[in-house]
Every structure is written in C-alpha cells, then in structure tokens.
C-alpha cells in the first residue's frame, strides 16, 4: 500500500515539473526583443469634438451653408494604432468592470477604433498588450493609460464667445470643475469684465492726441458746455461793465 502511495505522490511530483516546465517556457532572445518593439510601437490616442449626422433636427432651418440642419453629436473617438499579429489586446476602463479583448483580426489593417460611449465623462483606460506568439503565448509586454476627457457645459456659455482660452470655456476637458454654478459664472463674469476693461485701455492708448481730445470732450460734453457758456456770460459782462465805464468818462 505504502509503495502504491509512493507512486501516485511520484507520478504526481514529476506530472507537476513537466507542466511547470512548460509553462516557464519563453520566447527566446530575438523573438523577446522582436515583441517588445512591436509593443513599444503601439499607441492610443483620442479624438474629440463634434460631429454632423445624417440626421434632420429641422427641415426648415437652414445653416451658414445654406443647407437643413443636421444633428450634431460630441464624441470622444479611441485609436489604438500599430497592432500586429504577434499580439494581442486587453481594454478596461475606470468606469466599467468590462475587459475587451482585441485581436489583429479585429482591427483595420492594424488600427483600432472605438467610441467612449458617455463623452460627459472623464475616462481612463488602461491597455495591455500581451504576446500571442506561440513561444510565450500571454506575456504581458506593455501597459498603456490614456486618460480620455469629458465634455464641458459651460463651453456654451455667451461668455465663452470673449473667452476662448478660459478654463470654463474649453470643450473638452480632462479635469473636473468642482465649482458651484453660481461660483463658475461669477468667475465668467469676473474675468469678461476685465478683458473688457484691458480692451479700452488698449484702445485709449492706441488713439492720437486729437482723438484724445476729443474722446474727452464727447464723454464730458455738459460739463465743456456749462464752462463754456460761463465763461461767455463772463465774457459779456465784463464787455458791458466796460462800455459802461467808457461812456460814463465820456460824458
């Protein structure tokens, strides 16, 4: 019974070395610095923006261009790029516990695109590229984050239109606004009052001395006018009281 034991432990020990062998088997030098270039060259990189669809929102609008107006969505596009054969793909983002795989076969001569289906989102995904060469079949070669941004409301406000470059006012954005609403547009307002203020001054410099002149003469126009008219009724009373005197010696 003992021997029977034996055995069975044997056969079981040498049964696990042989599966272990087999699993600690690699690709050797070359293929390793073959995959880890392939791995190396693959990117991710995102689009994002707006898109006209085939589809009507009102026929009787018509646009710039003269023609009806199409629905416009936002969109946030993700392109893997440089995939090959001796390869294969894992996706999973911070927002889902879904992991996709991906495989050349899936891709477009090697280019993989895909849509990030809520664009009110930050999102970052996480890409593994593993080996699918049969030496080393699932070696993790490579992992690659892309942090993929979140459409900004506040890009619609009329400010926006004066403010371009302002945080607030940037489509997509890869940061969230913590901000109350009152506290966002009362920055708004803040900084479109000061470029407005930076704006005159600007322009007053920019004007000549004649202009300045006469700037100041239409902005102070009644206060010109009462001096004027001062200084004319001045003027004709001190001609009265003087013919008045020289009469007077006359006589």
């Not at 060469?133 to 941004?149: A, K, N, S």
């Not at 001190?238 to 020289?246: D, G, L, P, S, Y």
């Given at each position: ?201 600007h322009e007053t410099k920019e004007l000549s001395f004649w202009e300045k002149i006469g700037q100041f003469m239409k902005e102070h126009i009644l206060i010109i006018a ?26």
């Open positions: 019974m003992k021997k029977v034991i034996s055995g069975c432990f044997t056969f079981l020990l040498c049964f696990s070395f042989i599966k272990g062998i087999k699993a600690a088997s690699t690709c050797d030098y070359s293929e390793q610095v073959e995959l880890q270039n392939i791995a190396a060259s693959i990117k991710a990189t995102y689009e994002a923006g707006r898109r006209k669809t085939d589809e009507f929102v009102d026929i009787d609008t018509i646009d710039e261009n003269g023609e009806g107006a199409y629905l416009v969505k936002k969109f946030v596009d993700v392109t893997i790029l440089n995939i090959t054969d001796q390869v294969y793909l894992t996706v999973e983002n911070n927002k889902s516990t879904e992991k996709k795989t991906y495989y050349y076969s899936d891709t477009e001569n090697g280019i993989l695109h895909f849509s990030k289906e809520n664009v009110y989102e930050i999102v970052e995904y996480k890409i593994q590229v593993f080996s699918n060469h049969e030496h080393c079949q699932g070696d993790l070669l490579r992992t690659i984050t892309l942090l993929t941004p979140m459409y900004n409301d506040y890009s619609d406000y009329g400010y926006c239109n004066s403010l371009p470059n302002l945080f607030y006012c940037q489509e997509f954005i890869t940061s969230e606004i913590t901000g109350s609403v009152v506290d966002v547009t009362a920055e708004m307002s803040r900084q479109y009052d000061l470029l407005k203020k930076t704006e005159e001054v009462i001096v004027l008219g001062l200084i004319i009724l001045l003027g004709v009373a001190a001609t009265v009281i003087a013919f008045k005197k020289r009469r007077s010696r006359v006589l």
